[in-house]
């Protein structure tokens, strides 16, 4: 194999570092779930994939609600994403995590 196939090779099977990170989660406004992000999509993102589950978790710990439906101002389905919306797994699990899961009716 000649080394420009070699690098082709390489180039298609090799794991590209996402350029940043984002939580994205859910949230109750005007009676309607929205889906939002933080950083927002405008802002620069996380350079950490920790960094943005620790923020994630924080994030969670700090809406959360006992009561079964999403209160005003309680975040849910909160998890990690890299800069192509894909989510990302938890760091410390090596897993697929939301955080303060909840399903939604349609």
């Given at each position: 194999m000649k080394i420009s196939?070699?690098?082709e090779v390489i180039k298609k099977g090799w794991i590209v570092k996402p350029k940043g990170f984002r939580v994205k989660y859910q949230k109750r406004v005007d009676s309607e779930l929205i889906t939002?992000?933080?950083p927002a999509l405008e802002d620069k993102p996380l350079?950490?994939?920790v960094a943005a589950w620790r923020y994630a978790w924080k994030l969670y710990?700090?809406?959360r609600s006992?009561?079964?439906e999403i209160s005003d101002g309680e975040l849910v389905n909160i998890f990690v994403v890299d800069d192509s919306d894909n989510p990302v797994k938890y760091y410390a699990t090596n897993q697929l995590?939301?955080?303060n899961p909840r399903e939604i009716d349609v």
């Open positions: 196939e070699g690098l939002e992000y933080s350079d950490s994939d710990i700090a809406t006992d009561s079964p995590e939301v955080f």
